[in-house]
């Protein structure tokens, strides 16, 4: 039914998705490490000035 070459290609397109979907989940945290980082810098600020 399927070529060992159309299995070859769909294993090699799996490993291909699994690193896009690694890579997008590392930016996502990273991109809520910087939010939650800019979080405590802003409140500590926002403290001060009511102080």
Avoid at 13 to 41: C, D, N, P, R, Y
């Amino acid at each position: 039914m399927l070529s060992a070459q159309a299995i070859t290609n769909f294993l090699i397109s799996l490993e291909i998705m699994g690193l896009g979907m690694a890579g997008i989940f590392t930016v996502i945290l990273v991109i809520m490490l910087v939010v939650f980082l800019l979080g405590k810098i802003g409140g500590k600020q926002e403290e001060d000035l009511q102080d």
